[in-house]
């Protein structure tokens, strides 16, 4: 039997979602709590990694187990078993042929700045951007949008053979304490949003960022910085 | 020289404001601050205690120095001592007579609930309410506004010998997801605050709650429940 969940979490305990010998990741805790509901050692694949520090609103992973559940019986006991930094929203069976990372068709994820000195009270959640100004990120993160070859946004170390993605739309909510960045591609690589996420932050700050001589580059020492993991919340993913 | 700071908090990681033989409150980590800055061991006087996991978006104390340093050094020297959870936004001089507890004339609670389930990204910093309504909170908020005998609405264990107290707003900012209520009084019982939330969220969910009964009783067993300190902000402290 393959189970589809959602999975919400607080990255900042965890070195990641990524399996890792010394067990603090969000996948072992997952493995972890589906052995407790079913006495079976089974792999949670999600839909991707996400980095020591980057949370997830709506992460997507499948599983499998010999036996069959009630959908909400799996919420319920995997709440039950997980730490509180982890939260299972939903489970539904899934198709044998479904995988939560292969099957994956479109992810949106959210960089999360907000205005003003930092604050105790956002350290982890949200990055602080002083009096950053929104608009000049709206105007560059136009000339993102598109099919290209991200090599320059893409950390080294990367296993990735094509840096080439489609970014189907970069939006932005401003309420005026918060700014939001909406990101929408088939695909990122490695480091690709918070490479993204510094630049909208150079840009907001009145320094001249040009995308597209970046983009032609195809070199990662011509995009410096990377923003904080802890602004970056994977948002949805969508199957089909 | 006396000093007068407003410092904000995250209490996650604290046992609270008031400084402990464990050294792990608000007050121990400000006045290891100033011993860093000054060499001088002295008190950081705050306006009030806040318990272990309460949070404070500008709490007000005050020090004494022996030595004049401008207001811009002390912030600067204190943020680079303490640790993440805690900044302080401003120092400015202040007069003898100041004390930031005694001369405080009216103080602000925010309290913050979200709509939905327990989130893992909200947890520690916001109750989860279901589908509360605000509009129920509102009708029996009114009935809070006045000066009373908060016997009611005080824990036990708090050594105040005069329970009567003026509120004198309660008001409710609700944008759909967040219900954020704002209280203003000359002052606060030992968990009135928790215990007013805790009303406000029965009456949130359709249990009947009569304010006016419940202050009459002057009975702590009449309002039994305590909401959480995660939802707690100390907001405002205002003086002459």
Not at 80 to 93: G, I, K, M, N
Not at 109 to 130: I, N, T
Not at 189 to 213: F, S, T
Not at 220 to 230: G, L, N
Request: proline share 2%.
């Amino acid at each position: 039997m393959r189970y589809r969940i959602t999975v919400s979490y607080d990255g900042t305990g965890f070195c990641g979602w990524q399996s890792q010998p010394s067990g603090r990741s969000v996948q072992d805790a997952l493995e972890n709590a589906v052995f407790r509901l079913s006495g079976e050692r089974t792999h949670v694949v999600g839909s991707g990694r996400t980095d020591a520090g980057v949370h997830a609103i709506a992460q997507v992973a499948h599983f499998e187990l010999s036996r069959e559940y009630e959908n909400k019986t799996i919420v319920g006991a995997l709440n039950a078993h997980l730490p509180r930094s982890v939260r299972v929203s939903d489970c539904r069976r899934a198709d044998d042929g479904f995988d939560a990372r292969k099957s994956a068709k479109r992810k949106t994820y959210m960089y999360l700045m907000y205005r003003g000195e930092r604050s105790p009270l956002l350290d982890g959640r949200a990055v602080a951007v002083g009096d950053a100004d929104c608009e000049s990120m709206r105007r560059i993160a136009e000339d993102i949008v598109g099919t290209h070859d991200f090599t320059t946004f893409m950390a080294h170390g990367s296993g990735a053979k094509n840096a080439v993605r489609t970014v189907y739309s970069v939006r932005f909510e401003d309420d005026g304490k918060f700014i939001k960045m909406f990101i929408t591609a088939n695909g990122f690589l490695y480091n690709m949003v918070r490479i993204i996420a510094a630049l909208m932050i150079k840009a907001g700050h009145g320094e001249p960022v040009d995308i597209k001589a970046l983009l032609a580059a195809r070199d990662r020492t011509a995009a410096k910085d990377t923003a904080p993991p802890y602004g970056l919340y994977l948002y949805d993913v969508e199957y089909e």
